[in-house]
C-alpha cells in the first residue's frame, strides 16, 4: 500500500494504492471517498478534500493521527479501514560483493545482504565499496517518482533490487551517489522502524 498525499482541483486528495499496474473497472462514491475496484478487488481509495499532517508527496509512514482520520472517512462511508504500513519496501542492506560488470564497464554487479536474503542487483554509483550498508527498493515498491520497481535479469544477471540515491529517497538533491546509511542493520525497512 502506498500513500499519495496532493492538492487537486476537489481541495487536499489523499490517493491509497494498492495495486499500481491494476486499471479500475468499477468505483463507488460514498461522500468524499471513492473505492476503486478491479474485477471485484479492492485496488484503491481516493479521499477528497481531507486535511492531514503530512507532507504533500508520498506518504511511506502516516503519522498514527492521520491514519485515524483516514480511517474514520472509510468507516464513515462504509468501507474497510487501512492497516498501519508494515514494509515500505526500502531496505537497508549490506554489500558483501562488487564485481566489474563484464559487459558494461562503468557498472558493478553487486551482491547483497538483506537480512539472511541475498540479492543481486548492477549499479552505476561508484562510492560503494564491500561492507557499506546501502539503502534499496525491493520489487513491487512504489517509488517517490510514481514509478515501480519490478525485479527482472538483464543480460543474464538478475537484478532483485534497485540502489537508491539520496535524491531517490527525498532525503537531499545528489542523484549521482548511492545513500550509504552503515548505522542501521542490514535487513531493516529504512522508513518503517
Not at 491494476?22 to 463507488?28: G, H, N, Q
Not at 564497464?105 to 547483497?112: M, N, V, W
Request: hydrophobic fraction near 40%; glycine fraction near 8%; charged fraction near 30%.
Amino acid at each position: 500500500m502506498r500513500l499519495f498525499y496532493q492538492n487537486s482541483q476537489e481541495g487536499k486528495t489523499l490517493y491509497v494504492v494498492f495495486v499500481p499496474n491494476d486499471i479500475p473497472d468499477k468505483v463507488a462514491k460514498v461522500g468524499n471517498v471513492v473505492k476503486l475496484e478491479k474485477g471485484g478487488a479492492l485496488v484503491g481509495y481516493n479521499l477528497f478534500n481531507i486535511e492531514l499532517d503530512e507532507a504533500m508527496g508520498m506518504v511511506v509512514n502516516p503519522k498514527e493521527a492521520s491514519l485515524a482520520k483516514v480511517n474514520e472517512e472509510l468507516s464513515k462511508a462504509g468501507f474497510a479501514p487501512l492497516d498501519a504500513p508494515k514494509d515500505s519496501l526500502y531496505h537497508v542492506v549490506k554489500v558483501v560483493k562488487k564485481e566489474e560488470h563484464p559487459l558494461d564497464e562503468r557498472s558493478s554487479i553487486l551482491t547483497l545482504d538483506d537480512g539472511g536474503k541475498t540479492l543481486s542487483t548492477v549499479t552505476r554509483y561508484q562510492n560503494i565499496s564491500e561492507g557499506d550498508k546501502i539503502v534499496v527498493a525491493l520489487d513491487l515498491c512504489q517509488k517517490f517518482d510514481g514509478t515501480l520497481f519490478n525485479k527482472k535479469v538483464v543480460r543474464n544477471i538478475p537484478i532483485e533490487a534497485e540502489v537508491c540515491s539520496p535524491a531517490d529517497l527525498r532525503l537531499g538533491e545528489e542523484g549521482r551517489a548511492a545513500y550509504i546509511e552503515n548505522n542501521l542493520q542490514e535487513g531493516q525497512d529504512f522508513f518503517i522502524k
